[in-house]
């Protein structure tokens, strides 16, 4: 059974920092294009950074420069590096992996930032 497990979410000031990880299980995680999404109050789901299986990247515009995404395949893990972080930037964050059978979440982990 796939399952993703977050952390590292909390309450940071702005122009703060926080690091988000993702551990997975139940997939041959290597082979498999990761996303960090992330779904503030009252608004869509929106995909923030992802990463392919040969580690190639990509983000929303509101975030390129200061969120990188990388991955461990040793540790089957997601990461999602925080930085300059801004209100806006306050939201619940989920990883997401897309396989045959289906798509899967994380429960999600709470990221707040004050002003």
């Known amino acids: 059974q796939v399952q993703l497990v977050e952390s590292g979410g909390g309450l940071v000031q702005f122009g703060g920092s926080l690091s988000l990880s993702c551990a997975a299980s139940?997939?041959?995680?290597?082979?498999?294009?990761m996303g960090w999404y992330r779904q503030a109050a009252g608004k869509q789901r929106e995909l923030v950074a992802s990463?392919?299986?040969?580690?190639?990247?990509n983000y929303t515009n509101s975030v390129k420069g200061r969120f990188t995404i990388s991955r461990d395949n040793a540790k089957s893990t997601v990461y999602l590096q925080m930085h300059s972080l801004k209100p806006e930037d306050t939201a619940v964050y989920y990883c997401?992996?897309?396989?045959?059978?289906?798509?899967?979440w994380g429960q999600g982990t709470q990221v707040t930032v004050s002003s």
């Open positions: 997401n992996v897309r396989v045959s059978v289906g798509s899967y």
């Open positions: 139940g997939i041959i995680f290597s082979a498999y294009f």
């Open positions: 990463i392919t299986s040969g580690g190639s990247t």
